[in-house]
């Protein structure tokens, strides 16, 4: 790495960065203080006490990793703010998620949505498949990617080795995620929202005051091109001018469907299946909805996020783009030696935009603020994957495998798995490190792109048509999964390319867009699941009270379809609970272990199969109609949004 090094070692950088760590560690101490974290539902629901402002912060906070700063704002620098769709787009996305998907999720009462697909459909391949792909792209999308962004981030700022920066972000996280739950997760990442976006507001602020403002931004981002365009081995490789000059449909979020980097059918319906799968369906999200008191409280947390949403574009697209208009021989760089020797990859340098902007034009003790800024993104991101992969592996792993499992030992399952994640993110680093993209943000959207719709596919058809049954739901992810591979395992064969070195890949395998790619299968995937499904029995309306749309607010009682796997494990945990009883020698250690993981005495919580409390989602009518209108005004605000960049 080389290149200029403002290495951050002033007396005020440092001391706002302790001052920082200080307070995220106060605040998750707090939190586990006066949470319950001795029940599953506790640990891994927040006891379901959270009111609006701490659900719409941790879900915002969730979601905008060190990959957004990153990703977003070198993918803005590469080619302008249509990568502000994936942003914008979920500000209807999130709409679906408050009032359509989390009331059945309620009414269901679940924790997991592999629970959730046990329930509906019965039988244990549904729902195994899911916990699988959902842990499979936790690793190797989001941890992957927010550790790499990160590194790069401090890499820029502090001169630090990459693994000593990382390993020490992974240990903080994790000991506050294995000590806290959910609570101190949810109250941390509000503190943390409030740090990156006041951040980020500071960052904005100075790169428009130093660039000129917006409109010196528009008459300078066309004429940003390096100094050095020259090839250095032309026998080897040519460099076309389409390769540095910035493209002429930059400020246009709607592009060309043939020959837009991102074309506007993939823009409106490809991003919306990704983020219909993300934002409805994944673990880390539905997780933060389901610890709300209540429904009302669920919907104003998902309008808060919803415009928390609104801000990346400005916070994050827009800096891109003025860092490569302030540093185009760096951010803009095209001769891959040049690339190389400015930020370690020959295929470009627009992932720095974001890091050379904060090194480059904040004062001291600012700078110092914005690396706490992305480390909080970092943190918040992977605290809230730890969290949900050990909820999921907890819940839909290890009780399959142990049905006895007390309450404690799933407590402490879930710690120990956070850890085991930990580790393998570590040795994944030489990975990341070897296949930096050019485009970081290219890399997570294309993975989701090829795995995700199958999944967003049966999830919707789940919820909103009775019809469909397990073995349609099951040949359609098989199939989806067959698909998707087929495009994927290609690609990273071949190399996604370069401008300046093109992939190999055949038009027929890789030609489609992979937004346009994910409409195909969602499509492909929910006909197959239709298809089989009306071909196989169905299931009776007994099983489905409360489970799909349309019986959401049935009073009858559900005979659930997993009934007989819950009981051989009531059963189980009951026998061990009684041989525990009868051999009490293990009080002090169980006392210290309680004492850190949360864990009370005994497990009264998984004891006599209670006779099920319908869940409540009603609403109180007034402010049923003050989150109703909030979301029409959200949703106003971004068709104009869209409408004045389209």
Same mark, same amino acid.
């Given at each position: 790495?080389?290149?200029?090094?403002?290495?951050?070692?002033?007396?005020?950088?440092?001391?706002?960065?302790?001052?920082?760590?200080?307070?995220?560690?106060?605040?998750?101490?707090?939190?586990?203080?006066?949470?319950?974290?001795?029940?599953?539902?506790?640990?891994?629901?927040?006891?379901?006490?959270?009111?609006?402002?701490?659900?719409?912060?941790?879900?915002?906070?969730?979601?905008?990793?060190?990959?957004?700063?990153?990703?977003?704002?070198?993918?803005?620098?590469?080619?302008?703010?249509?990568?502000?769709?994936?942003?914008?787009?979920?500000?209807?996305?999130?709409?679906?998620?408050?009032?359509? =998907?989390?009331?059945?999720?309620?009414?269901?009462?679940?924790?997991?949505?592999?629970?959730?697909?046990?329930?509906?459909?019965?039988?244990?391949?549904?729902?195994?498949?899911?916990?699988?792909?959902?842990? =499979?792209?936790?690793?190797?999308?989001?941890?992957?990617?927010?550790?790499?962004?990160?590194?790069?981030?401090?890499?820029?700022?502090?001169?630090?080795?990459?693994?000593?920066?990382?390993?020490?972000?992974?240990?903080?996280?994790?000991?506050?995620?294995?000590?806290? #739950?959910?609570?101190? @997760?949810?109250?941390?990442?509000?503190?943390?929202? $409030?740090?990156?976006?006041?951040?980020?507001?500071?960052?904005?602020?100075?790169?428009?005051?130093?660039?000129?403002?917006?409109?010196?931004?528009?008459?300078?981002?066309?004429? %940003?091109?390096?100094?050095?365009?020259?090839?250095?081995?032309?026998?080897?490789?040519?460099?076309?001018?389409?390769?540095?000059?910035?493209?002429?449909?930059?400020?246009?979020?709607?592009?060309?469907?043939?020959?837009?980097?991102?074309?506007?059918?993939?823009?409106?319906?490809?991003?919306?299946?990704?983020? #219909?799968?993300?934002?409805?369906?994944?673990?880390?999200?539905?997780?933060?909805?389901?610890?709300?008191?209540?429904?009302?409280?669920?919907?104003?947390?998902?309008?808060?996020?919803?415009?928390?949403?609104?801000?990346?574009?400005?916070?994050?697209?827009?800096?891109?783009?003025?860092?490569?208009?302030?540093?185009?021989?760096?951010?803009?760089?095209?001769?891959?030696?040049?690339?190389?020797?400015?930020?370690?990859?020959?295929?470009?340098?627009?992932?720095?935009?974001?890091?050379?902007?904060?090194?480059?034009?904040?004062?001291?003790?600012?700078?110092?603020?914005?690396?706490?800024?992305?480390?909080?993104?970092?943190?918040?991101? @992977?605290?809230?994957?730890?969290?949900?992969? &050990?909820?999921?592996?907890?819940?839909?792993?290890?009780?399959?495998?142990?049905?006895?499992?007390?309450?404690?030992?799933?407590?402490?399952? #879930?710690?120990?798995?956070?850890?085991?994640?930990?580790?393998?993110?570590?040795?994944?680093?030489?990975?990341?490190? %070897?296949?930096?993209?050019?485009?970081?943000?290219?890399?997570?959207?294309?993975?989701?792109?090829?795995? %995700?719709?199958?999944?967003?596919?049966?999830? =919707?058809?789940?919820?909103?048509?009775?019809?469909?049954?397990?073995?349609?739901?099951?040949?359609?992810?098989?199939?989806?999964?067959?698909?998707?591979?087929?495009?994927?395992?290609?690609?990273?064969?071949?190399?996604?390319? &370069?401008?300046?070195?093109?992939?190999?890949?055949?038009?027929?395998?890789?030609?489609?867009?992979?937004?346009?790619?994910?409409?195909?299968?969602? $499509?492909?995937?929910?006909?197959?699941?239709?298809?089989?499904?009306?071909?196989?029995?169905?299931?009776?309306?007994?099983?489905?009270?409360?489970?799909?749309?349309?019986?959401?607010?049935?009073?009858?009682?559900?005979?659930?379809?997993?009934?007989?796997?819950?009981?051989?494990?009531?059963?189980?945990?009951?026998?061990?609970?009684?041989?525990?009883?009868?051999?009490?020698?293990?009080?002090?250690?169980?006392?210290?272990?309680?004492? =850190?993981?949360?864990?009370?005495?005994?497990?009264?919580?998984?004891?006599?199969?209670?006779?099920?409390?319908?869940?409540?989602?009603?609403?109180?009518? %007034?402010?049923?109609?003050?989150?109703?209108?909030?979301?029409?005004?959200?949703?106003?605000?971004?068709?104009?949004?869209?409408?004045?960049?389209?």
């Amino acid at each position: 790495m080389e290149g200029p090094k403002v290495v951050i070692n002033n007396p005020a950088d440092i001391s706002v960065i302790v001052g920082y760590f200080a307070a995220v560690i106060g605040v998750g101490v707090w939190a586990m203080l006066r949470s319950n974290r001795g029940t599953v539902g506790g640990y891994f629901l927040a006891g379901r006490t959270m009111t609006w402002w701490p659900v719409g912060a941790s879900l915002f906070a969730s979601n905008i990793g060190s990959g957004h700063f990153v990703g977003l704002a070198g993918t803005g620098a590469a080619s302008g703010i249509a990568v502000g769709g994936f942003e914008w787009n979920a500000l209807f996305i999130v709409l679906l998620l408050g009032w359509l =998907f989390v009331p059945v999720y309620l009414t269901a009462g679940v924790i997991t949505m592999p629970q959730y697909l046990k329930k509906r459909f019965g039988g244990t391949r549904i729902s195994l498949y899911l916990t699988v792909i959902s842990l =499979f792209l936790y690793i190797f999308t989001k941890i992957s990617v927010d550790m790499f962004s990160g590194a790069v981030f401090i890499q820029q700022a502090l001169g630090w080795n990459i693994y000593v920066a990382v390993i020490t972000l992974l240990l903080i996280t994790a000991l506050y995620t294995i000590t806290g #739950g959910l609570a101190a @997760l949810m109250y941390t990442d509000t503190v943390q929202t $409030f740090v990156i976006i006041a951040g980020a507001f500071v960052l904005t602020g100075f790169s428009f005051a130093e660039v000129g403002g917006y409109s010196a931004l528009l008459a300078k981002y066309h004429a %940003a091109t390096p100094s050095n365009v020259s090839s250095m081995e032309p026998q080897r490789y040519n460099i076309s001018p389409s390769c540095y000059t910035p493209r002429g449909d930059a400020f246009s979020l709607l592009r060309d469907a043939t020959t837009g980097d991102l074309p506007w059918p993939g823009v409106l319906f490809g991003i919306a299946i990704v983020g #219909g799968w993300y934002w409805c369906t994944d673990q880390v999200i539905v997780q933060r909805c389901l610890a709300a008191r209540d429904l009302t409280h669920v919907k104003a947390g998902c309008i808060m996020c919803g415009y928390l949403k609104l801000l990346p574009m400005f916070l994050m697209v827009f800096p891109g783009m003025i860092s490569r208009v302030l540093y185009p021989d760096e951010v803009g760089c095209v001769v891959p030696e040049v690339c190389k020797r400015v930020c370690g990859t020959a295929v470009g340098c627009s992932n720095i935009a974001y890091p050379k902007l904060v090194v480059s034009i904040m004062p001291n003790g600012l700078r110092g603020l914005m690396l706490a800024v992305m480390l909080a993104a970092l943190m918040s991101s @992977l605290a809230s994957i730890f969290n949900s992969s &050990s909820t999921l592996f907890t819940l839909d792993i290890w009780t399959r495998l142990r049905p006895q499992a007390a309450e404690r030992e799933l407590l402490i399952v #879930g710690r120990v798995w956070v850890l085991i994640i930990v580790c393998v993110s570590i040795c994944w680093i030489p990975v990341v490190q %070897a296949a930096q993209s050019g485009q970081l943000f290219d890399y997570i959207q294309s993975v989701s792109s090829y795995l %995700a719709p199958p999944i967003a596919s049966v999830f =919707f058809l789940a919820v909103f048509v009775k019809r469909v049954n397990e073995q349609g739901a099951f040949w359609g992810l098989i199939g989806g999964l067959l698909m998707g591979l087929c495009r994927m395992l290609p690609e990273f064969w071949f190399g996604s390319g &370069s401008c300046v070195f093109p992939s190999t890949c055949p038009f027929l395998v890789c030609g489609v867009h992979y937004l346009h790619f994910a409409i195909i299968l969602f $499509f492909c995937t929910s006909v197959l699941v239709l298809v089989v499904s009306c071909c196989s029995r169905p299931i009776e309306d007994k099983h489905l009270h409360r489970l799909v749309f349309s019986l959401r607010h049935s009073k009858e009682e559900r005979m659930d379809l997993d009934w007989e796997q819950e009981e051989n494990g009531r059963r189980a945990r009951r026998e061990a609970e009684e041989r525990r009883r009868a051999s009490k020698d293990s009080a002090a250690e169980e006392s210290c272990v309680a004492r =850190f993981c949360g864990g009370g005495g005994g497990s009264q919580a998984h004891e006599e199969a209670a006779p099920e409390k319908l869940p409540d989602v009603s609403e109180e009518p %007034a402010w049923k109609h003050v989150v109703d209108a909030n979301a029409l005004i959200m949703m106003a605000a971004a068709v104009f949004m869209w409408g004045y960049y389209a």
